[in-house]
């Protein structure tokens, strides 16, 4: 017998996280069944070698880098004799995973690529996969996509008619910023609608636009290279959350007349000032922020290397976007695009922290009793935890890219020749119906859903689980814990959004046409199990009272969610069987009270440490049992 030491004895063996685009089953199935095999065959060398290098050293000393170095104010706000000053410092490895993701078109790629209704499925699909190594970069790109997509309908539809030439100039401005891959180009943007008030009851919005024009003979600039002028509108109020401070522009809610509801309004960061003097005493050539101070930055428990401010906005220059007291309407557009971002955030958040976990059982050796060892990918009820764990997750990553699918269908419509996809396609007029429940109804189960998930894979480590290990970042699950938390908060908390969801159901216009649309979607499935838990949930809708019905709405939206995410498991196990999708597909039914029935039923329930293995790893895979004492 040897005494260890601090380099002698045994050394766990580092786990070694393979390329989620192979080694992510549910990743593979979930291409696989949403986009036709043309389109995958085209996408997969590049998605291949982005889910490559979001696993490179480098890119995780930018992450570490970015956590370590966190935002801040300069001087605290002001400079050496005390003016105020709002300068905001971000850390290098922040900027290169910005770049980064500029270069890699995750937002740009929607907008200069044309996979018909399937090009939001391959943004978000490798959206997917740069998540848990971009350190919260998304965040602001989200709000980027978004922004693009409200410029985007007012540029290039019916509504452009209503644009002056001077206010095309500026929106086209800004979506060529927002649509661009050359990072010395490409703009970020805020959403700023939080307020003390309230987070999401904008309704008691206290910023407030006045008209406001300058002068013609004397219109100053935004932006002196491009000559784009500054808005007409003088804004000014207070902002509670603004989770994208570094960016370019904002998209703001802001209030014109008291009997008029909020609007919404384009505005950009900074503005062109030539009286500015800079340290070495240079003038003509300053820019300066858009009438904003930074009041503070905000400490968070997550998301920490995202710069988060509180903002004080006087006489701040902005444009409205479309018309006064139609805020909400526009905003709207924004909240689809981010609220999916934010569950794709939470999936990829899950997905690389059980790639974590796979990877780490592969290698970590445990006892068995009576002298037995083996590793933990061959230990029952360890394989048990994360076949259960993979379960939720490929349910959830059917619900969110069915959302997505559908969002895909909403701005590129399929042609009418086109052929028949695998996942149940809803008629023209039912995709609007239906993305309006979906947009709130996928977004308030994943993200609620997937942080116990997320803890499960920490814990499923160990005490290392627990560890910040920034020494070893790519097994630092705990970071991805800490900003997975803020899914189920910001973009509305789980109990607004299930609110919104049953608000939508029971809107006296549209709300008839929701029901429809879901009706038609879970009885696509022909399980009866499932069609009468469905009517049990509309009954329930369609007899009570909403206000009755808001203390269940949670419960109800939650059942809903569950139900359509059986109606893909079994899509999904139906167009490409096996017995392990088989077998996810039964336990998560069962789990949920519903009954596969048919011929599938038959055998699916059943299946020891091989079938849990096949579901956590792969079938056909075969897994060392480790050593033997």
Sequence with gaps: MEPSSSNTGFIQQQPVIKNQFYDDVSYRRVAQLFLPSAILDKITPDVTQLGREVLSQEVFDWVTDAEHNQPYLRGNGRDSFGRPKSELVVGEGWRKLQDYGFEKGVVALNYDTDHGPYTRLVQFLRCHLWEASCANTLCPAA????AARLLQRHLFSSASEKLTPVERKVFQNAYDHLTSRDPTKTWTSGQW?????GGSDVSQTE????????????????????SIPLGPWSISGFKWFSSATDSNMTILLAKTHPSKGVSAFF?????????????????????E?????I????????TQSLPTAELELKGMRGWLIGEEGK????????????????????????GRSLAIARSFALVRPVGMGKGKRTTLSSHPLHLRTLANMAIDYHGMMLLTFYTIYVLGLDERPLPSNSAVTKVPTPPKELVQPLLRVLSSLHKSYVCETTVPLVYGCMEALGGVGYMQNIESEHLNISRLFRDCCVGAIWEGTTDVLASDTLRALKHPLSGKQSVQALDWLILSSKNVALAKGWQELKNKLETGKQEELLPEARGLVFGIAEIIISVLYLVDANSNPGAEIEAMCARFMEKKGFDVGGAMGKGMKEGGLKLDQAIVYGAGKEIAQGPKL
């Design 295 to 302: 009041q503070r930055l905000k400490h968070k428990f997550g």
């Design 289 to 293: 922020l858009n009438g904003i101070t």
């Design 143 to 146: 709000m980027q996509d978004g």
């Design 327 to 350: 805020g909400i309407q526009e905003i709207s557009t924004i909240l689809n695009i981010t609220r999916v971002h934010t569950t794709v955030s939470s999936m990829g958040y899950l």
């Design 267 to 287: 505005a950009p960061m900074r503005r062109h000032n030539p009286s500015l003097v800079s340290h070495t005493g240079e003038t003509g050539n300053g820019t």
């Design 207 to 226: 910023t407030v636009a006045n008209f406001d024009p300058f002068p013609s003979a004397a219109v100053p600039l935004a932006s002196q290279s491009e």
């Design 193 to 197: 609608m939080t307020e003390r008030t």
